[in-house]
């Protein structure tokens, strides 16, 4: 995959909830998909779980999906330290991978879209 955007998503969930991976699994197959359209997800404790492996294209992102990554926040608009500190290091290990990528964010590709309610260019940046 010639990977140029590495995309910062969240689950959309209550803040307090706990989703795993698996349960985002099953709700994109109910999409009709074919399973998980995130590569990696992150969870409230800051523990990365797997997604689609990074070589199979995601569903996350209309129009780009062919050539990003797509990373998942648990939660909505309020994300742990734990959280941060791992997103940092998933997107640090991309770049590494894909040194010509840039960080974004789900909203910065798709205007209709809010997610993942924060600036994550600037964040990246900072
Ligand atoms: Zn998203």
Known sequence: MDVQYLVVHCSDTPNDREVSAAEIHSWHKNNGWDGIGYHAVIRRDGKLEGGRPSYWPGA??????????????????????????????????????????????????????????FDVRAWWKG
Do not use: I
């Open 60 to 117: 996350h992102v209309r129009g780009h999906n062919s050539k990003s990554l797509g990373v998942c926040l648990v939660g909505r608009d309020q994300f742990t330290e734990d959280q941060m500190l791992m997103l940092s290091q998933v997107l640090a290990a991309w770049e590494r991978r894909y040194p010509n990528a840039e960080v974004v964010g789900h909203r910065d590709l798709d205007s209709r879209k809010t997610c993942p309610n």
